[in-house]
């Protein structure tokens, strides 16, 4: 049982709105695309906030102080990851900016998979080389040993954690494989970091990418870490004021370390936030946090399996111990659809869409958009059973409010729901991308 959070996050008892005019608790089945701030998290800001300046560029004390805590987080964070020590903790804005850095760095072709999210997918460019996978892990593993036996690649990109399944991969039977050949290992954490102990030495990573705004901490900062040599030598990744030690009309001198790839004002804030949410991920009792995800993902899933025409996504036969990510189709239902209905009348936020992994949906046959459910350490047994009992009764007597189309997209008619000022109502089209389609 999970009747309580593992930790306190911040918005844990947040009150919605609901179309009929009441007000709920929210439920947050969104963690794989933000999860919310720790309650820690927070409380660091507010500690933070008043000292808030420029980083690398003040003399003033509050500078210092800033500087200070942006170079003590890429302590706190290289620690937690178990990075060597010729290793890099270069800071940015995403995982997505993480993972094309790396790109920009890599010195030869990368391999990767074919269920990579977006941004393991699309940096790796015309010379990238894709490997299809199989219906297990074990023949997946098999075709990339071979692949890299054929042609040599500098890298080997694969994600830690699916953000569509929540399937892990095994990263160190990965590292073995790929050094076996010369070939070094890249792991996309962004799903992976928030939910499992990863450890760059004792699994053999060689680059490891991922965000702060899934791991439990504001402002979306990012961080890329990994091997000095391939940083040090590559051209900035971004050009500009402290990447350089010299600047003339005609030429600049850059420096090596992180500074190199990290032109501009720092996301102070970001990164110390990160930083304070992986110390709280680091003291977590793992026998513990990883039941408290199983236990729930295990209620959610059963629960959701319950229900009339209800599909369960999975990649692998052989899977074992997925993250909490769960995502899931109904025969003939709009899940764009079933989405707004859950927010609207249960105050249930899920994600809705393609998950910027189409390439994996069109290889599980999954044509139209899905739901995704997804959870961490501020979830309760009572949000998987609201899931449950709220798609139960979609499934059962249909959704009881007006919903239309609206430019293509199912909106609730006439939505009554207060918005606050601050963030008033822009219409269906607007927050929807590429990736929801
Ligand atoms: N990789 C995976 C597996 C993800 O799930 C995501 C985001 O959903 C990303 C990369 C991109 O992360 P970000 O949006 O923080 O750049």
Redesign the pocket.
Known sequence: MSDCALLPVVGGDLQVPLVDGSQTRYINLDY??SAPALQVVADHLVELLPFYASVHRGAGYASQVSTSAYENARVIVGQFVGARLNDEVVFTR????ALNLLASIVPGETVFLDIE?H??LLPWGTTGRVVRSADTIAETLELVRAELACKPAALLAV?GAS?VTGETLPLRALADIAHRFGTRLAV?G??LVPHRRVNLAFEGIDYLAF?G??AYAPF?A?VLVGHSDWLDAAPPHLLGGGAVTSVTLDEATFRTGPARHEAGSPNVLGVATLARAVQELEKLDIATWYAHEAQLRSRLVDGLSTIDGVRIHRIFEDSVDPVGVVSFSIEGVSSRLLATYLSAEWGIGVRDGKF?AHPLLAKLGITEPALRASFGAGSTDADADALVEAVGAFRASGPRSEYELVDGQWTVAGDPRPRPAWAPDLGPSVGFYGCAA
Request: charged content about 15%; overall charge negative.
């Open positions: 794989a695309a995403n995982t997505t900016d999210h941004a393991n994600t953000n996309d962004a799903q965000s705004h899934k979306g990012g910027c």
